[in-house]
Nanobody, 121 residues
Framework: QVQLVESGGGLVQAGGSLRLSCAAS????????MAWYRQAPGKQRELVAI???????IYADSVKGRFTISRDNAKNTVYLQMNSLKPEDTAVYYC???????????????WGQGTQVTVSS
């Protein structure tokens, strides 16, 4: 059983910073890409940033220069450092990872439960 558990959300004033964490646990043989998505009220879930195990990091245009994704492979953890936060960054942030539970299985996408980020003006 694989689980992704996020932490670090909360309420912050515009211009402030937050750091989100997402730890994967359980039966894990290998992790490919790890990513952060977000969903604001009344809107579709959108990609914030994705970090492959190898290759270039991709950021949504709306967060470039303000957000930084990173990962600690030894801890199966991905982070999202969010600086210069704006009210429009308010959303539920979800962690996503492509995980192979065992050597003989395929990679599949797993999701965390989400963590609320609220930015006040």
């Amino acid at each position: 059983q694989v689980q992704l558990v996020e932490s670090g959300g909360g309420l912050v004033q515009a211009g402030g910073s937050l750091r989100l964490s997402c730890a994967a646990s359980g039966s894990i043989n290998s992790i490919n890409a790890m990513a952060w998505y977000r969903q604001a009220p009344g809107k579709q879930r959108e990609l914030v940033a994705i970090m492959p195990s190898r290759g270039s990091i991709i950021y949504a245009d709306s967060v470039k220069g303000r957000f930084t994704i990173s990962r600690d492979n030894a801890k199966n953890t991905v982070y999202l450092q969010m600086n210069s936060l704006k009210p429009e960054d308010t959303a539920v942030y979800y962690c996503n990872a492509d995980i192979r539970p065992s050597y003989w299985s395929n990679y599949r996408a797993y999701w965390g439960q989400g963590t609320q980020v609220t930015v006040s003006s």
